[in-house]
Nanobody, 124 residues
Framework: QVKVIESGGGLVQAGGSLRLTCVVS????????MGWFRQAPGKGRDFVSA????????YYANAVEGRFTVSRDNDKNTVFLQMNDLNLEDTATYFC?????????????????WGQGTQVTVSS
């Protein structure tokens, strides 16, 4: 059974940074796109970022463009989300997902496996 484990969340002051890590087990991610989504309290799950299987194409939601950077290490079956200049609106549970294809973007149905999420809380 494929497992997707996120880590790196926590409490940070506005303007600070966090780096989320997503480790996938029981399946190589080498041929699959990967994505990050987030869900704020009382809201739906929103797209944050996606990265093509080879890392050569990345996508970001408008709200995080220029502040967040997605990357991947296929040898370690790991994906990262570097989050800088965090603001209160970034407070959410962040989910990592394994794509069904090598090139995926913002649609949740493009993703086959999801983690349980890691909480990010930004304080003023």
């Amino acid at each position: 059974q494929v497992k997707v484990i996120e880590s790196g969340g926590g409490l940070v002051q506005a303007g600070g940074s966090l780096r989320l890590t997503c480790v996938v087990s029981e399946q190589s991610i080498r041929n699959y796109g990967m994505g990050w989504f987030r869900q704020a309290p009382g809201k739906g799950r929103d797209f944050v970022s996606a990265i093509k299987y080879d890392g050569k194409k990345v996508y970001y939601a408008n709200a995080v463009e220029g502040r967040f950077t997605v990357s991947r290490d296929n040898d370690k079956n790991t994906v990262f989300l570097q989050m800088n200049d965090l603001n209160l609106e970034d407070t959410a549970t962040y989910f990592c997902a394994v794509g069904r294809f090598g090139h995926v973007r913002s649609t949740q149905s493009e993703y086959a496996y999801w983690g349980q999420g890691t909480q990010v809380t930004v304080s003023s």
